[in-house]
């Protein structure tokens, strides 16, 4: 099971949160957080070395319908939640790991950035499965 969080880029991440809690957070910092704010390169080799020892690895995670993983990924499953699920995961996860940042890290950075993942990669077109079959675009 590899888990994408686990391939945050840090770095990028903590540039942009930075911005945001200084209320200097721009559409070109938003643009670099969607394109860099997970390490996919690292992603995809940790995916190259679980096949060469396990015969199946799942990957869970949001953004993974990108182009740099879609041709690793054989079977693709879409697992669409509403924004109120969404923030109500984070606000429990950030809950979890002692994360101190305002939910409004949610609303201004993840979520525009999972609406453009959503435009831009169509992850229910693109899948192979989606579950449950019928849903509502955030």
């Known amino acids: ?39 996919y390169p690292a992603v995809a080799g940790a995916i190259t070395a679980s096949r060469r020892h396990i015969d199946v690895t799942l990957i869970e995670g949001i953004f993974l319908f990108k182009n740099a993983l879609n041709h690793l990924l054989d079977v693709k499953v879409f697992l ?24 409004s890290v949610f609303d201004d950075i993840w979520l525009p950035s999972f609406e453009r993942y959503c435009r831009e990669t169509r992850p229910e077109d693109t899948c192979d499965f989606t579950y449950p079959s019928s849903f509502t675009r955030l």
């Open 1 to 39: 099971m590899i888990s994408i969080d686990d391939y945050n880029n840090t770095h990028v991440q903590k540039l942009v949160y930075e911005a945001h809690q200084k209320g200097l957070l721009t559409d070109d910092l938003r643009h670099l957080y969607y394109h860099n704010s997970i390490d």
């Open 80 to 103: 669409p939640i509403s924004q109120n699920t969404a923030r109500k995961r984070y606000a429990a996860r950030k809950e979890k790991i002692g994360d101190d940042r305002p939910l």
